[in-house]
C-alpha cells in the first residue's frame, strides 16, 4: 500500500526504542564481556575469543547442549502436542469450556520453584510419594533420579507445567475461525478428527509455528526444575543451569556471557530451521 | 409425583444420552483427568500452607487437618502487604499495558506489511526472547540509578515491558497473519489507510490475542523477583513477589511459608485470568470478524 | 495527517497517564529514600551552623525478612536514632541468599550508588570492591578510639585483616562449622562417637547396616565435605594457600578420604541430586546419624534434636597433616564505610558514630544472642541450647580456626571441586584430575 514506509517506520518505533535501551544495548555490552576474562565486577581482563575456544572445548556444555535437545524433543511433541489436543477437545464440547479453560491454566500461576518442590517431595529416594507407595505395596524404593532416569523424570513436571500456556495460545488461535467454516464443514459431512486435520490445523498454522518457537526458546532457558531436583547432577544439566553456574554462582560474566551468546545462536538457529520446515504448510484465506 | 420425576429423569437420560455420543464421553474424560492434574497442584500449595515447614518436607500430601496459620500470621505481619499488591498490581498493569499497545502497533507491521528486513525483524525478536535476564541485568540498573529511577515504578515497568515486547509481538503476530485478506481489503475499499485499518479491524478481530498476551505479560511480570529485588526493594514501591519472598527465603527455606506466600501471590493472578477470559471467549469477536 | 497525529496524541496521552500517575504515586514517599543522594549538596551551610543539622543515612545489610537478627537490628538502629534525633536510617535489606544480591551489591558500588554502611561477606567476594577504593580502611579509626576498639575481641579484628594489615569492615557474629552427631542414635545402637578417623568408619559401617544414613551431606552443594576434608588432611597452613602455589597432595588425600566414606556406604542414597536442606532435613528428623555443616544449622532443628545433638571436630583421615582440633570457622561478613561517605563531611561523622554504634559490645550482644552466631565481643550469651554451647566449646578448644578455604579462591575454582565431588566418589574421575582442573581455572582467574 502506498505511503506504507511511514506507518512501519512509526509502529515499531515505540517497541524499537524500548527493546534497544533495555535489552540490545544492554546485550552488547555482554557480548563485548564476553571477550574478557572477568573477575567478579570490578576487573577484567581482554582475552580476545579465548572464552569462545574454552566453548568449543568445554565437554560439560556439549553434555548440557545435548541434555536440552532431549527436554527439547519432549517439550515440542508432548507439550505443545497435549495443548493442541486438549485445546482441540475443548474447542468442540458444548458446556463447561470456561471451566476447562480455568483449571487448566492453574499451573501456570504456582511458580516454577513451589511446583518443583512438590516434586521433590514426589520423587524423594528416603520418604518420596511413589516410593512410599511402593513401600506399602512391599516392593523395593526406586532411586527416581538416577543417572539414567534424572532427565526424563524431570521432563515429566517441565513439560506438564506448562501445557496450559500453550493450550491458551492454541485455543485463542482457534477462536478467530469463523464459525460458519464449521458450519460449511458440517454440511459437508467433514466432523472430528477430519475437521480437526483439515480444517483447524492448516487455519491456525501461523499460530502453530510461533508455538513452537515459544516451545524451543523456553526449552533453552529452562532452568528450575533441573536445579531444585537435581541441581544440575546425574546427566541433567542443561543449557540453562549451566549459564546459571557461570555467571550467577561462579561470577565469571565473562565466559558466561559467552554461553549467552552461544545460547541466543543456537536458539535463532532451530527457530530458522523451524521456520522453514514449517513454511509450505502456511495458508492464508 | 415419584413417578412423573421417574419419566422425566429417563427422558432426560435419554436426551443427554443422545447429545453425548461415546466419542464425546471420551472426551469429557481425558480432560477431567488432565483437570485433576492440574487441580491438585493448587490445592497441594494451599494445603501445604496451613502447615509449619518440617511438616510439609514430611507429610506434603497429608490432609491438613489441624490447619495452622502461623505462616499467614507471620506474612500479614508484615503491615504493607495491602501497599504491596498495589504496587505490583500499578507496575504489571502498566507493562500490559504499555506492551499492548507498542507490541500491538508492531505486530500489526510484522504480520500484514511486507517489506525488507522483515525476516531479520522476525529472526531478531526470536533472539531477543533467548537473552537472559542476567546478561542484561548489570547495565539496565546502571542506566536506571544514572537516570534516578531506581525505587520507582518507572524503574520496574519500563524493563519489564522492554522484556516482554518480544513475546507479545510474536504471538499477536501469529495470530494476525492468518486473519483473512477480504477484511483487510474490503476496509481498504472503504478508504481507510493503514491506522485505521487497524483499530477498526484489527484491534477487534484480535482482542482474543490481545486478551492471551496480557495474561502472561501480567503473570511474568508480576511474578520476576530477579528484577524486583535489584530494581525496586524499597518499601514504597516494592511488589509482593519482593515483599513474600522477605518473608521465606532466609535461612534455609521455610515451606510452609513459601506455601503461603505462593497461595498469596496467586490470589490476584487467578482474579485478572477470570477477568479476562471473556475477551477469550470466542463470541465476543465472532461479530467482528463477520462485520 | 491529521489522523496520524491524533493517533501519536492517543499514544502519548496514555503513555503520559501512566507516567503520572506512577510519578505522583511516587513523589511523596520517594522522597524519603531518594534523600541520601539530597543531602550531599549543602555540604557549606552545614558547616556554618551549630545546631544539629538533619542528616540521612542508608544502611544496608542482610538484617531484613526471616533473619533472626532482624528485631535485634532494628531496636540497635533505634537506639541509634533515639540519641540522635536529627539522624535518619534507611535500613535497605536484602537476603544473602537471594541471587541478585552480590550483583545489586557490586553494581551499587561500580556505579556510586553505595549505601553509607555496608553489611557484606568479608574476603574473596569483597576483593573488587575493596581493591577498587570503593571502601574506607578503618585501621586509623579504630586506633583513635580505643574504648570501641577495644571492646571488639582482638582476634577477631587479626582474623578479618587483609593480607596487607588493613582493616577493612568490622564483623558482629561469626559462625563455625563441624559434624553434628546424634548422640542418641549412636547410644541407641552402642555406637562409638566419632571423635578419629576408625570410629568414623566404624560408624558409618554400623549405621549403614542397620540402615540409617551415616552422615547427610549433598555431592553438588558439598561446600562442608570439602572444606573439611582439605583443612583436616592438609592443616591450617597448607589449607590459608589454598590454591596459589604448586597442589598439596594432601588436598588429594583429603578427598579421597570422602571416596573412601562413600564405598562404605556413608552418604544417603541421592546424595547427588539433594540440595543443603534436605541433607537437613534428613539429620533433623532422624533418618541420618551425622550432618556435616555450619552453627547456623541449629537454628532449624526441633528442641528435641536439639538435646540430642552435640558438635565435634571432623576426623584426620588417616596420613593427614592437620590435628584433629582444627576447625573452619570465622567471621563472614562485616560492616564496611563508604568513601563517599567518608569523604562527604556533612556525613562522614554520624556515619563513623553509627558504624562504632553497630559493632559496640552491647550491640553486638544484642545481634549474637538473637541469631545464636559466635559474638565478635568478649559477652557473654545466655540462653543458648547445650548444642549451641557444645559448638562454642569447640571453638574455644580448638587449635587452630581456619576461615573456610571456598574464601580463599575464586568461586569458579570451588564450583569445579564441587563439581568433582561425585566424580571422584564414585570412581570415574580421581581427586588429582579435579585439583588439577581447579588449578587451572584459580590460574586462569589471576
Known amino acids: ?285 | 409425583m415419584q413417578q412423573v420425576n421417574r419419566v422425566t429423569r429417563t427422558k432426560k437420560m435419554a436426551r443427554l444420552e443422545r447429545r453425548f455420543g461415546a466419542s464425546d464421553i471420551f472426551v469429557y474424560i481425558c480432560l477431567s483427568l488432565w483437570a485433576l492434574t492440574t487441580i491438585y497442584p493448587l490445592f497441594w500449595v494451599v494445603n501445604n500452607s496451613f502447615k509449619v515447614s518440617r511438616d510439609v518436607m514430611n507429610n506434603s500430601f497429608r490432609f491438613a487437618s489441624n490447619p495452622v496459620m502461623t505462616n499467614y500470621e507471620k506474612a500479614f505481619d508484615r503491615i504493607n502487604m495491602g501497599h504491596s499488591y498495589m504496587n505490583s498490581l500499578i507496575m504489571s498493569i502498566s507493562t500490559v499495558l504499555l506492551v499492548l499497545i507498542f507490541g500491538g502497533l508492531a505486530a500489526y507491521v510484522i504480520a500484514r506489511f511486507r517489506f525488507r528486513g522483515r525476516n531479520v525483524i522476525y529472526s531478531l525478536l526470536v533472539a531477543t526472547l533467548l537473552i537472559p535476564t542476567f546478561a542484561t541485568i548489570v547495565p539496565v540498573y546502571e542506566l536506571l540509578i544514572k537516570w534516578k529511577l531506581v525505587n520507582t515504578y518507572l524503574g520496574l515497568i519500563l524493563p519489564h515491558t522492554s522484556g516482554n515486547l518480544a513475546f507479545a509481538i510474536l504471538v499477536i503476530a501469529g495470530f494476525m497473519a492468518t486473519i483473512p485478506k477480504d477484511l483487510e481489503e474490503a476496509a481498504f475499499i472503504d478508504g481507510c489507510d493503514r491506522y485505521k485499518m487497524f483499530t477498526k479491524i484489527f484491534l477487534p478481530v484480535s482482542r482474543p490475542v490481545f486478551a492471551s498476551a496480557s495474561i502472561f505479560v501480567f503473570l511474568w511480570s508480576y511474578n520476576d523477583l530477579f528484577s524486583s529485588l535489584i530494581f525496586v526493594n524499597k518499601e514504597n514501591v516494592r511488589p509482593i513477589v519482593a515483599l513474600l519472598n522477605e518473608i521465606s527465603s532466609q535461612y534455609g527455606t521455610d515451606f510452609g511459608l513459601m506455601a503461603s506466600a505462593v497461595s498469596l501471590t496467586v490470589i490476584p493472578v487467578m482474579v485478572v485470568y477470570l477477568f479476562i477470559q471473556r475477551f477469550i471467549e470466542k463470541g465476543l469477536t465472532e461479530g467482528a470478524i463477520k462485520g | ?446
Open chain 1, 1 to 285: 500500500m502506498k505511503g506504507d514506509k511511514k506507518y512501519i517506520f512509526l509502529f515499531l518505533f515505540p517497541a524499537a526504542v524500548l527493546m534497544s535501551i533495555f535489552i540490545y544495548y544492554p546485550f552488547l555490552k555482554s557480548i563485548y564481556l564476553s571477550f574478557f576474562r572477568t573477575k567478579g565486577f570490578f576487573e577484567k581482563k581482554f582475552v580476545g575469543f579465548e572464552n569462545y575456544k574454552r566453548m568449543f572445548s568445554d565437554d560439560l556444555l556439549g553434555a548440557a547442549t545435548l541434555n536440552t535437545l532431549e527436554i527439547m524433543l519432549y517439550v515440542v511433541i508432548f507439550q505443545v502436542g497435549f495443548a493442541l489436543v486438549l485445546a482441540v477437545m475443548v474447542d468442540s464440547i458444548k458446556w463447561g469450556k470456561a471451566f476447562y479453560r480455568t483449571v487448566f491454566f492453574f499451573p501456570i500461576v504456582i511458580s516454577g520453584a513451589a511446583i518443583s518442590l512438590m516434586f521433590v517431595l514426589i520423587y524423594n529416594y528416603q520418604f518420596g510419594l511413589l516410593n512410599s507407595a511402593l513401600s506399602n505395596f512391599g516392593m523395593d524404593k526406586v532411586l527416581w533420579l538416577s543417572e539414567t532416569s534424572a532427565l526424563k523424570a524431570i521432563a515429566v513436571p517441565t513439560v506438564w507445567h506448562y501445557v496450559g500456556f500453550y493450550f491458551i495460545l492454541f485455543l485463542t488461535a482457534m477462536s478467530k475461525i469463523p464459525s460458519d467454516f464449521y458450519e460449511a464443514a458440517k454440511i459437508e459431512g467433514i466432523s472430528g478428527f477430519k475437521k480437526t486435520v483439515y480444517l483447524t490445523i492448516p487455519l491456525i498454522m501461523s499460530d502453530i509455528k510461533v508455538v513452537i518457537i515459544l516451545a524451543i526458546t523456553g526449552t533453552l532457558k529452562v532452568f528450575d526444575f533441573i536445579w531444585i531436583l537435581a541441581r544440575g547432577q546425574n546427566g541433567t544439566e542443561v543449557l540453562g543451569t549451566y549459564m546459571y553456574k557461570k555467571a550467577m554462582i561462579d561470577l565469571n560474566f565473562g565466559y558466561g556471557s559467552t554461553i549467552a551468546v552461544y545460547i541466543v545462536v543456537f536458539g535463532v538457529l532451530l527457530s530458522v530451521l523451524t521456520n522453514r520446515l514449517l513454511k509450505k504448510e502456511e495458508v492464508t484465506y
Open chain 3, 1 to 446: 495527517m491529521g489522523k496520524k497525529s491524533k493517533m501519536l496524541m492517543a499514544l502519548s496521552l496514555v503513555f503520559v497517564l501512566i507516567l503520572s500517575a506512577c510519578g505522583s504515586n511516587n513523589g511523596n514517599k520517594g522522597a524519603a529514600t531518594n534523600a541520601p543522594k539530597e543531602t550531599n549538596a549543602p555540604t557549606t551551610e552545614a558547616t556554618k551552623e551549630p545546631a544539629p543539622e538533619p542528616v540521612k543515612l542508608r544502611v544496608f545489610s542482610t538484617f531484613g525478612g526471616t533473619d533472626p537478627a532482624k528485631e535485634a537490628f532494628e531496636k540497635v538502629l533505634k537506639q541509634f536514632t533515639d540519641a540522635h534525633p536529627n539522624v535518619t536510617i534507611d535500613n535497605d535489606v536484602m537476603s544473602a541468599n537471594d541471587d541478585g544480591f552480590r550483583t545489586k551489591v557490586n553494581t551499587d558500588m561500580n556505579s556510586g550508588n553505595e549505601a553509607d554502611l555496608t553489611f557484606y561477606f568479608i574476603g574473596k567476594d569483597a576483593e573488587g570492591f575493596v581493591n577498587a577504593g570503593k571502601v574506607v580502611p578503618l585501621n586509623d579509626i579504630l586506633d583513635s578510639d580505643s574504648a570501641w576498639k577495644d571492646g571488639i575481641n582482638p582476634a577477631v579484628l587479626e582474623l578479618v585483616k587483609q593480607p596487607d594489615g588493613k582493616i577493612m569492615s568490622i564483623p558482629v557474629t561469626g559462625y563455625y562449622e563441624g559434624m553434628f552427631v546424634n548422640k542418641k542414635l549412636f547410644a541407641d545402637n552402642n555406637i562409638e562417637l566419632p571423635t578419629d578417623w576408625d570410629k568414623l568408619e566404624a560408624a558409618v559401617k554400623a549405621f549403614a547396616a542397620k540402615g540409617i544414613i551415616p552422615i547427610s551431606a549433598p555431592f553438588d552443594q558439598s561446600h562442608y565435605l570439602i572444606e573439611h576434608s582439605i583443612l583436616t588432611a592438609a592443616g591450617p597452613e597448607s589449607q590459608s594457600k589454598a590454591l596459589t602455589g604448586d597442589i598439596d597432595p594432601n588436598w588429594e588425600l583429603g578427598l579421597n578420604g570422602l571416596k573412601k566414606l562413600y564405598e562404605l556406604g556413608a552418604f544417603p542414597k541421592d546424595a547427588a541430586t539433594i540440595d543443603l536442606g534436605m541433607a537437613q532435613n534428613y539429620y533433623y528428623e532422624g533418618l541420618a546419624a551425622m550432618l556435616i555443616e555450619g552453627s547456623w544449622a541449629i537454628g532449624g532443628m526441633s528442641p528435641e534434636v536439639k538435646d540430642n545433638s552435640t558438635v565435634i571436630p571432623y576426623p584426620v583421615v588417616p596420613g593427614g597433616k592437620g590435628s584433629g582440633n582444627d576447625i573452619v570457622g570465622g567471621f563472614g561478613s562485616g560492616f564496611y564505610l563508604a568513601q563517599k561517605t567518608f569523604d562527604d563531611a556533612k556525613k562522614k561523622d554520624t556515619a563513623i558514630a553509627l558504624l562504632k554504634h553497630l559493632t559496640s559490645k552491647t550491640s553486638i550482644q544484642t545481634i549474637a544472642q538473637s541469631n545464636g552466631g559466635s559474638p565478635a565481643a568478649d559477652v557473654e550469651i545466655t540462653g543458648q541450647p547445650q548444642v549451641a554451647l557444645d559448638g562454642f566449646a569447640m571453638v574455644s578448644k580448638a587449635n587452630s580456626i581456619s576461615s573456610a578455604v571456598d574464601g580463599k579462591m575464586s568461586p569458579e575454582t570451588f564450583t569445579t571441586i564441587r563439581s568433582f565431588i561425585k566424580p571422584i566418589v564414585t570412581g570415574e574421575k580421581t581427586a588429582k584430575e579435579a585439583l588439577e582442573a581447579a588449578k587451572k581455572i584459580e590460574d586462569a582467574n589471576k
